[in-house]
């Protein structure tokens, strides 16, 4: 399935992980005041989607992380 979305943070986002233990994969969800995205993978899944898609998920946000530091450095000091 593809899902073409855009969702813009703000002070009013809340981020959650919801964690069912080993009864169901968590799931993510970014709540904000015009809308919501939820992450999971199927239950079904293999556990090595699980812990692709864990660590791809995990990257992505370490570089959002990184490159906001350095835009805000630069437009923010």
Known sequence: MIVNSNIHL?????IHCYVYGTDA???LAIDG???SVNVSVFINEPAAVHADVTHALLAAVREYANAM???TAA???
């Open 25 to 27: 994969p968590p799931i």
């Open 33 to 35: 005041p015009d809308g």
């Open 69 to 71: 530091e350095i835009y």
């Open 10 to 14: 703000t002070t009013d986002t809340r």
């Open 75 to 77: 437009h923010h000091p």
